[in-house]
């Protein structure tokens, strides 16, 4: 059977979704992660784009890059510049099997307001890029930047210069996510029909959202003859985002008898790897999201439950198992032990050490004082709120807040610095959690601006574990005010996620989470006073 190769982009473009910028060491995570999931080509950043991408996607390049018989190949991001070109061949160059993938727009609209170049000029671009790009690595992909708006004709002709300047891979983005399936079907099949040299390498497709037709776009490719197919995880990336990879993988598994073709993912990594990045990237995914969505195995309708309770086929089509999705939704309670906890997080997707199940049991008992019944959903907040908590610099001790109908709100608020050192500030706000912000940035010493404050009910009931997410900047985020930023001067968006029962304090850890980014990432932001 045919194989189609999926080539993952969670790290690049994924990563490119506002707020979504993640830790070298959290990228590592990730890339594991795909590795599991037996990714054939794991895009692992842009490495031109500062020496800290560099660094992540080459510390990528040695350890995934070289794991087990046959790693997955490690790609670097290189626009049609010399030092792109250097940079992306520095990043993954220790990797078993490296890949550069260098790109360049080609439709009318970025020629003539973005580029200012003719289309010999955008020829003659191409053919030095790819052959430079060739010059360093054997395995060299191509992408015409948004492709499916560019001249049927002009794009046939770059794509022959870019083989016979020695591309092996060629990339048909729809990056502004804009085509149609029909239409994307007919470009497909006329790049095959006049692009000499076509069958020596392999098409690929990579598309975009914006109209909601990424997946649909990327079968029809596939349908046409595209043998590699560009995605991210849970479909993060850019505006409306990209492909989904477990989409477009649960689809040709399905209907494997339509598509007549395989991959080589093992789909029962999708759930976990799906949570990963979800936690990791901070973007929560939407409960109906297809395939990996909170209800997209959950039957509601008294119609559909009765059908499932006679055939499950009814209305199934696909096994949560096949995902690797937990099928038990026993609950656990206060009288459940280390080992029960042990085996479920396993089951979830979440093998704990010793010390992290010490750590995480002594929040699950905490948990279980507070609420009767313990959930999947409940365990999978309390983890995700683990890793945040564990991995910043400062911590909250303890928390007291004045609110109600009499009083001016207050909070608090004591943490412990990156020397365990105790330090408290009380202030007030608009609100509880106004307040409650306002006292830990005087303690650390920021001003961030707050841009996004989202709370959200694990499950049902008064006692449910609230989950906080938060996102932060360290300026105005304002690009209507400024117009002359672009994807290097905009300021980064950090993310941070808290969970409890109680929501203030669910608040008071997303913040801090976030604020550890932050000051990670642009420790000049912190004020003398607090340093
Ligand atoms: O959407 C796009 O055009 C891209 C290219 C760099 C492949 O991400
Ligand atoms: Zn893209």
Redesign the pocket.
């Known amino acids: 059977m045919s194989r189609v190769i999926v080539f993952d982009?969670t790290l690049r473009?994924g990563e490119?979704s506002p707020g979504a910028s993640m830790t070298s060491a959290e990228k590592r995570e990730i890339a594991r992660a795909l590795a599991r999931l037996r990714v054939d080509v794991i895009e692992a950043g842009f490495p031109a784009a500062s020496p800290d991408d560099l660094e992540a996607v080459r510390a990528i390049a040695r350890d995934v890059g070289n794991d087990g018989d046959s790693p997955p190949i490690i790609c670097g991001l290189a626009r049609a510049r010399a030092e792109d070109l250097a940079a992306a061949f520095e990043a993954v160059k220790d990797a078993a099997r490296p890949r550069i993938h260098t790109f360049l727009a080609t439709s009318p609209i970025h020629r003539k307001h973005k580029l200012g170049m003719s289309r010999a000029e955008v020829i003659e671009r191409v053919r030095d890029a790819v052959a430079r790009a060739r010059e360093l690595v054997d395995d060299v992909e191509f992408s015409a930047e948004d492709a499916c708006r560019t001249e049927p004709g002009f794009l046939c002709e770059v794509l022959a210069a870019a083989i016979e300047a020695g591309a092996t891979t060629l990339n048909v983005?729809d990056?502004v996510g804009y085509a149609t399936p029909l239409e994307m079907d007919r470009r497909m099949r006329t790049i095959r029909a006049n692009v000499p040299g076509i069958e020596d390498v392999v098409l690929s497709v990579?598309c975009?959202d914006d109209l909601g037709m990424a997946t649909a776009n990327t079968l029809a490719a596939v349908g046409a003859g595209a043998r590699q197919v560009?995605v991210t995880i849970n479909g993060v990336?850019?505006r409306a985002g990209?492909t989904a990879l477990e989409e477009v993988v649960m689809a040709l598994h399905t209907r494997q008898a339509f598509f007549g073709l395989e991959t080589g993912i093992d789909t029962t990594q999708i759930h976990k790897t799906s949570r990963l990045v979800s936690t990791l990237s901070g973007m929560p995914v939407q409960p109906n999201k297809a395939v990996v969505g909170a209800n997209a195995f959950a039957h509601e309708a008294g119609i559909h439950q009765d059908g499932m309770l006679k055939a499950r086929q009814t209305y199934e089509i696909m096994r949560p198992e096949t995902i690797g999705r937990p099928e038990s939704e026993l609950v656990l309670g206060k009288h459940s032990g280390r080992h029960a906890l042990k085996v479920r997080l396993a089951e979830l997707g979440y093998p704990l050490d010793d010390d992290a199940l010490e750590a995480t049991f002594a929040r699950f008992k905490a948990l279980a004082d507070r609420k009767k019944h313990v959930t999947n959903a409940d365990l999978l907040a309390l983890v995700s709120a683990r890793e945040e908590v564990g991995s910043g610099v400062f911590r909250l001790a303890g928390l007291d807040v004045r609110c109600g109908t009499g009083a001016a709100p207050s909070a608090t608020v004591k943490l412990l610095d990156p020397a365990e050192r105790p330090l408290a500030h009380t202030a007030s706000g608009s609100g509880p959690v106004d307040a409650c912000f306002r006292a830990i940035d005087e303690i650390v010493g920021v001003s961030p601006r707050l841009l996004e404050y989202r709370v959200h009910a694990v499950t049902e009931g008064i006692d449910a574990l609230g989950e906080v997410s938060v996102r932060v900047s360290g300026a105005d985020y304002d690009d209507k005010a400024h117009p002359q930023w672009d994807d290097a001067t905009r300021p980064r968006v950090f993310h941070g996620y808290g969970a409890d029962t109680d929501i203030i304090v669910a608040s008071a850890h997303a913040y801090v989470a976030a604020l550890n980014r932050l000051i990670a990432a642009e420790p000049a932001l912190v004020t003398a006073k607090a340093s």
Do not use: A, R
């Open positions: 982009t473009d490119q983005p990056t990579h975009h560009e990336g850019e990209n």
